[in-house]
């Protein structure tokens, strides 16, 4: 201290000798405040002399001069106090009497660690910019408490040259608050300093938990019981691992605030787990404790309560049920699973739900009009437990698929006639009402006919000669109409010989039977037999043609029995020409659903005296105007060309 204050009454000293003449008569005052500072200085020296006088041993971190400390402080503030007085009397100095400290360390950093229960702390610092000559540092350190308060003045740990710009400080408490700054001095009195640096201490790393307890208590917890590490500082918090069978996952429970039991939860059912506890501080985790193994409580999960199944559609159900009632000390469900299969047994299959909360599943892609059977059961994390009662669901109905494999052949080439043979559809769902067969020559009018869902053929009615025909086979259930399986066939082209001048006539007979008397004129070209074609007449076809074969070549009428009289009859006359000598021949029209009168013409009589009309009689689109004798065709209004067909009314 005496040599700092020497060298500041050398400064200045060097500064009143280099101040001109003209201000001389401030020497006086510059004398006295030299005066002051002089005495004081000395009784300074005195008072360190007096003290090193009593043995005084070296400086400690923290040493009690509280008589010494106060006088000399008081005795620095008047120093202080009079050379700036001096220096107001000299007024404005000469640029190079100024003192200008050196500017602070830049990049101050503080780190602190605990080993073996004992912490150090390293401060490292970059040069200031410039670097001045003569350049000391100084680590100034000092204890504070929590709220910052520094309890005991700072001490210098250590001064550095300008080359070494780190520190170590060592011997500290752990888990505590510590203040560090570094200043920077160049030879002269005045000094910069870094902002100070506040740096807590990291605790001991502690040893391990001892006497550790493990229990099961239920299928799915654990309970744990330990004391606190022998070696401790302050615990922060318990860290519990364990894992199942002792393979990974290693899996970890938090202990925190740290205390001294723990319940390991949602763990998996009779399992064996293997366990270990560590404490932790603010500066680490200690090692764990001694490995102990406990196995979880057996759980067999009852079943959910009131399975509920209900049809949505074609391909979807709805199944409901309530979570089942479970005891103190029961296990965790953590979902359910639906097992399901038709009524044929031939695949099994799982629904599983997300998890427990879930007590709704809606069950998709089934077949329709199809029965499932549906069982619930509830299952853990290792396991599933017994189904419940097994429900009963069947889905709404479909409309059938077509109908497979339909073949069409001609059966009968004279008048033509064909047979169709199909197999059922792969999926009926449900039994069948009917097929539904809709067919007639394509793009004209179509004709339905229903058969019986037990058959598999049907023969069509008569057609028409070289003509492409349509059919539109249905399956039919309970729902409706299903896709149809479509087919065309095209009759073959034949030579038929059409006899001239056909009449029909209704006449009674034996047991006052109602008759058609059908009379022709010979064709012009010999027939080994004649085919006579009737049927009923309807504005909306929907009968059958009935055929009657007459062997005899020379025959020129016939008679037909009829069981209900009142009906109107379409009657159509042919002639089968002999093998082997082909005729000029005529394509007959049979009316109705062939549509291409390409059939000898018929002949139409609606009895005596009947008023003639319009008539058509099918969807073949033959138009007939009977004629004022009602029972002849007139040949100006017939609109078949030829005589063969006659219609009795």
Same mark, same amino acid.
């Given at each position: 201290?005496?040599?700092?204050? =020497?060298?500041?009454?050398?400064?200045?000293?060097?500064?009143?000798?280099?101040?001109?003449?003209?201000?001389?008569?401030?020497?006086?005052?510059?004398?006295?405040?030299?005066?002051?500072?002089?005495?004081?200085?000395?009784?300074?020296?005195?008072?360190?002399?007096?003290?090193? =006088?009593?043995?005084?041993?070296?400086?400690?971190?923290?040493?009690?001069?509280?008589?010494?400390?106060?006088?000399?402080?008081?005795?620095?503030?008047?120093?202080?106090?009079?050379?700036?007085?001096?220096?107001?009397?000299?007024?404005?100095?000469?640029?190079?009497?100024?003192?200008?400290?050196?500017?602070?360390?830049?990049?101050?950093?503080?780190?602190?660690?605990?080993?073996?229960?004992?912490?150090?702390?390293?401060?490292?610092?970059?040069?200031?910019?410039?670097?001045?000559?003569?350049?000391?540092?100084?680590?100034?350190?000092?204890?504070?408490?929590?709220?910052?308060y520094q309890a005991a003045g700072e001490v210098v740990f250590r001064i550095c040259d300008s080359t070494q710009t780190s520190a170590s400080i060592t011997d500290l408490s752990p888990r505590s608050r510590y203040q560090v700054?570094? =200043?920077?001095?160049?030879?002269?009195?005045?000094?910069?300093?870094?902002?100070?640096?506040?740096?807590?201490?990291?605790?001991?790393?502690?040893?391990?938990?001892?006497?550790?307890?493990?229990?099961?208590?239920?299928?799915?917890?654990?309970?744990?019981?330990?004391?606190?590490?022998?070696?401790?500082?302050?615990?922060?918090?318990?860290?519990?691992?364990?894992?199942?069978?002792?393979?990974?996952?290693?899996?970890?429970?938090?202990?925190?605030?740290?205390?001294?039991?723990?319940?390991?939860?949602?763990?998996?059912?009779?399992?064996?787990?293997?366990?270990?506890?560590?404490?932790?501080?603010?500066?680490?985790?200690?090692?764990?404790?001694?490995?102990?193994?406990?196995?979880?409580?057996?759980?067999?999960?009852?079943?959910?309560?009131?399975?509920?199944?209900?049809?949505?559609?074609?391909?979807?159900?709805?199944?409901?049920?309530?979570?089942?009632?479970?005891?103190?000390?029961?296990?965790?469900?953590?979902?359910y699973n639906i097992n399901y299969t038709d009524s044929r047994y031939r695949e099994f299959y799982l629904y599983k739900t997300k998890d427990a909360s879930i007590a709704t599943a809606v069950i998709d892609n089934l077949e329709?009009?199809?029965?499932?059977?549906?069982?619930?059961?509830?299952?853990? $994390?290792?396991?599933?437990?017994? &189904?419940?009662?097994?429900?009963?669901?069947?889905?709404?109905?479909?409309?059938?698929?077509?109908?497979?494999?339909?073949?069409?052949?001609?059966?009968?080439?004279?008048?033509?006639?064909?047979?169709?043979?199909?197999?059922?559809?792969?999926?009926?769902?449900?039994?069948?009402?009917?097929?539904?067969?809709?067919? &007639?020559?394509?793009?004209?009018?179509? $004709?339905?006919?229903?058969?019986?869902?037990?058959?598999?053929?049907?023969?069509?009615?008569?057609?028409?000669?070289?003509?492409?025909?349509?059919?539109?086979?249905?399956?039919?259930?309970?729902?409706?109409?299903?896709?149809?399986?479509?087919?065309?066939?095209?009759?073959?082209?034949?030579?038929?010989?059409?006899?001239?001048?056909?009449?029909?006539?209704?006449?009674?007979?034996?047991?006052?039977?109602?008759?058609?008397?059908?009379?022709?004129?010979?064709p012009l070209h010999p027939v080994q037999g004649y085919d006579i074609l009737y049927r009923k007449f309807e504005w909306v076809y929907s009968g059958r043609w009935h055929l009657k074969e007459i062997s005899d070549p020379t025959?020129?009428?016939?008679?037909?029995?009829?069981?209900?009289?009142?009906?109107?009859?379409?009657?159509?006359?042919?002639?089968?020409?002999?093998?082997?000598?082909?005729?000029?021949?005529?394509?007959?029209?049979?009316?109705?659903?062939?549509?291409?009168?390409?059939? &000898?013409?018929?002949?139409?009589?609606?009895?005596?005296?009947?008023?003639?009309?319009?008539?058509?009689?099918?969807?073949?689109?033959?138009?007939?105007?009977?004629?004022?004798?009602?029972?002849?065709?007139?040949?100006?209004?017939?609109?078949?060309?030829?005589?063969?067909?006659?219609?009795?009314?």
């Amino acid at each position: 201290m005496w040599n700092l204050l =020497g060298f500041t009454i050398v400064t200045i000293c060097v500064c009143a000798h280099q101040i001109s003449a003209q201000r001389q008569e401030k020497l006086t005052a510059m004398n006295g405040y030299l005066k002051n500072i002089i005495a004081n200085a000395q009784i300074m020296q005195a008072m360190v002399q007096a003290e090193l =006088g009593q043995n005084i041993p070296n400086p400690k971190p923290n040493p009690v001069y509280d008589n010494f400390l106060e006088a000399g402080e008081m005795r620095l503030q008047v120093l202080e106090a009079s050379t700036a007085a001096l220096k107001t009397a000299i007024g404005s100095p000469n640029k190079n009497c100024e003192v200008t400290p050196p500017p602070p360390p830049t990049n101050v950093i503080a780190e602190s660690a605990t080993m073996d229960n004992v912490s150090s702390i390293v401060v490292r610092w970059d040069p200031p910019n410039p670097v001045p000559d003569n350049l000391q540092y100084k680590v100034y350190f000092s204890a504070i408490d929590e709220s910052g308060y520094q309890a005991a003045g700072e001490v210098v740990f250590r001064i550095c040259d300008s080359t070494q710009t780190s520190a170590s400080i060592t011997d500290l408490s752990p888990r505590s608050r510590y203040q560090v700054r570094i =200043g920077t001095v160049a030879g002269v009195v005045s000094e910069s300093s870094s902002t100070p640096e506040l740096i807590e201490t990291p605790d001991i790393i502690p040893s391990m938990p001892t006497n550790v307890i493990m229990e099961a208590i239920s299928p799915n917890s654990v309970a744990l019981k330990w004391a606190p590490p022998d070696i401790a500082g302050e615990i922060t918090e318990y860290v519990i691992y364990y894992m199942e069978d002792g393979n990974p996952p290693l899996m970890t429970d938090v202990v925190s605030p740290p205390g001294q039991y723990h319940t390991v939860e949602d763990l998996s059912e009779g399992t064996r787990y293997v366990m270990e506890v560590a404490a932790r501080s603010n500066n680490g985790e200690g090692p764990k404790s001694v490995p102990q193994e406990v196995r979880t409580i057996d759980f067999n999960p009852p079943h959910p309560l009131n399975l509920n199944c209900t049809a949505v559609n074609k391909t979807t159900v709805i199944l409901t049920w309530e979570p089942p009632v479970l005891l103190a000390g029961d296990g965790i469900i953590r979902g359910y699973n639906i097992n399901y299969t038709d009524s044929r047994y031939r695949e099994f299959y799982l629904y599983k739900t997300k998890d427990a909360s879930i007590a709704t599943a809606v069950i998709d892609n089934l077949e329709p009009a199809t029965m499932y059977y549906f069982q619930a059961s509830s299952r853990t $994390r290792k396991t599933f437990g017994g &189904g419940g009662a097994v429900v009963m669901c069947q889905t709404k109905a479909d409309a059938p698929t077509a109908p497979r494999n339909v073949q069409l052949e001609l059966s009968r080439i004279e008048p033509p006639q064909l047979t169709m043979r199909w197999i059922p559809s792969l999926h009926t769902y449900g039994p069948l009402k009917n097929y539904t067969l809709h067919w &007639g020559v394509k793009n004209g009018a179509l $004709r339905k006919e229903l058969i019986d869902p037990t058959r598999l053929r049907w023969i069509s009615d008569f057609l028409d000669d070289d003509t492409v025909h349509e059919f539109k086979l249905y399956a039919v259930n309970d729902v409706g109409f299903g896709e149809p399986a479509i087919q065309t066939f095209k009759t073959p082209k034949r030579q038929t010989i059409v006899p001239p001048n056909v009449t029909v006539d209704r006449v009674k007979g034996d047991y006052n039977t109602t008759m058609l008397q059908v009379r022709w004129d010979p064709p012009l070209h010999p027939v080994q037999g004649y085919d006579i074609l009737y049927r009923k007449f309807e504005w909306v076809y929907s009968g059958r043609w009935h055929l009657k074969e007459i062997s005899d070549p020379t025959a020129l009428a016939s008679e037909i029995i009829v069981n209900k009289p009142e009906n109107s009859f379409i009657v159509v006359v042919q002639g089968k020409p002999v093998r082997g000598r082909p005729p000029h021949f005529q394509q007959p029209n049979f009316g109705g659903p062939m549509g291409n009168n390409n059939m &000898g013409q018929p002949s139409m009589n609606r009895g005596q005296g009947s008023p003639g009309r319009g008539m058509n009689p099918g969807p073949g689109g033959n138009q007939m105007n009977p004629g004022p004798r009602g029972n002849q065709m007139m040949g100006g209004q017939n609109p078949f060309r030829n005589n063969n067909m006659e219609m009795q009314g």
